[in-house]
């Protein structure tokens, strides 16, 4: 069954720090924090529109929710909490900090319904905490998944690739930490420079440097794959394409793009067959043929065909044929050469 989500923004509602990359209101859209009452509006306009059968939940976003007093927490919950108890909705999660989790807050949002809390973490590098003004270290993000994950909520990770003072090694220490606390799920949102924002001033005097698209798009890569192996899935790379982020005043620098998602899977779709090629006694130049699902056909090509013409352009193939399958799983292929066919699949990528 295909999740609907109803999103209710919070911007900026509870934050007791000022992240040198957050401006909620630019990112979401929204310059005012809804009302309890705004929140049944929203939720009962968006049930309407339902005529499917969906998992539909309710999710709060922009805000550190679990900072706010725990009256005003519920009575915003109350709205959802009613809805999951009459059936009308399957879930309701949350975002917050990693510093506003306590075992008392955690109990009072599951008596209230609530089922997933995601984490802001952005990095488990304490250097690179410190830069971002975020105003808790590392241990921190482990204690409060510790705690969620003893009152038997789903928790997530969101974290940040490309913050000041992170490099590769300090990415790939994030990861292996973030896989050790074991979170269901995590959201990977590369650091764009925000209007607005301490980082947007910082770049102004050149003392930042966001990472390119390319750069973003390969450690997003990394991490996907490493945590996907790890039995962790990766819900969403990049931020979510909008009207706002779309505005050249709201997103100043940085690998902003409306589909960064697929260009990450196309990317690891390159190292899959990259890899193939090179691992294998191709004689050259020779023709390949790619079996696979019929919705990855746009992500194997790459942009404007940049994977298949940099594959031919790379390793002297004549031609590479594509045919859709929907035999194949999603994120599978089948390659064929010299009258031999070989699963692939992206744990086979062994450079990572």
């Known amino acids: 069954m295909k999740h609907y989500i109803i999103p209710i923004f919070i911007p900026h509602l509870g934050c007791q720090h000022q992240c040198i990359f957050c401006n909620q209101q630019k990112i979401t859209g929204k310059l005012t924090p809804v009302t309890a009452m705004q ?60 510093d506003c989790i306590n075992a008392q807050t955690v109990n009072n949002l599951s008596k209230q319904g609530v089922t997933i809390v995601e984490l802001g973490v952005q990095s488990l590098d304490d250097n690179v905490l410190v830069r971002a003004a975020r105003g808790h270290n590392s241990q921190v993000v482990a204690e409060a998944v510790t705690i969620l994950k003893k009152t038997g909520l789903r928790c997530g990770l969101q974290l940040m ?68 192996r790890q039995g962790i899935d990766v819900i969403r790379t990049g931020l979510q394409a909008s009207e706002e982020l779309d505005s050249k005043e709201t997103v100043i620098a940085g690998p902003y793009h409306p589909a960064f998602g697929e260009l990450v899977d196309s990317h690891i779709f390159y190292l899959m067959l990259a890899g193939f090629i090179e691992k294998n006694p191709i004689r050259f130049p020779t ?59 992206k744990n086979m990528i062994s450079s990572i």
């Open 39 to 98: 929140v049944g509006a929203i939720i009962n306009e968006r049930l309407a529109a339902i005529n499917q059968k969906r998992h539909i939940e309710v999710a709060f976003y922009g805000g550190s929710f679990t900072s706010l007093p725990e009256g005003i927490q519920n009575d915003l919950l109350a709205p959802a909490t009613e809805c999951l108890r009459s059936g009308r909705i399957h879930a309701i999660r949350l975002s917050t900090r990693p």
């Open 161 to 228: 690739p490309g913050l000041p003072g992170e490099d590769w090694i300090s990415l790939i220490r994030t990861v292996q930490q973030s896989v050790k606390l074991r979170p269901d799920f995590v959201r990977i949102y590369p650091t764009v420079v925000i209007a607005g924002t301490a980082l947007a001033e910082s770049y102004r005097q050149g003392a930042y440097h966001p990472l390119s698209l390319t750069q973003a798009v390969v450690r997003s890569a990394y991490m996907k794959i490493v945590f996907q």
């Open 287 to 345: 023709n390949l043929i790619i079996r696979h699902h019929p919705q990855d056909c746009s992500k194997i090509r790459g942009q404007y065909n940049s994977n298949i013409n940099s594959l031919k352009r790379c390793y002297r193939l004549l031609r590479v044929s594509l045919y859709a399958d929907a035999t194949i799983k999603k994120g599978n292929l089948v390659v064929g050469y010299g009258g031999q066919a070989y699963l692939m699949n």
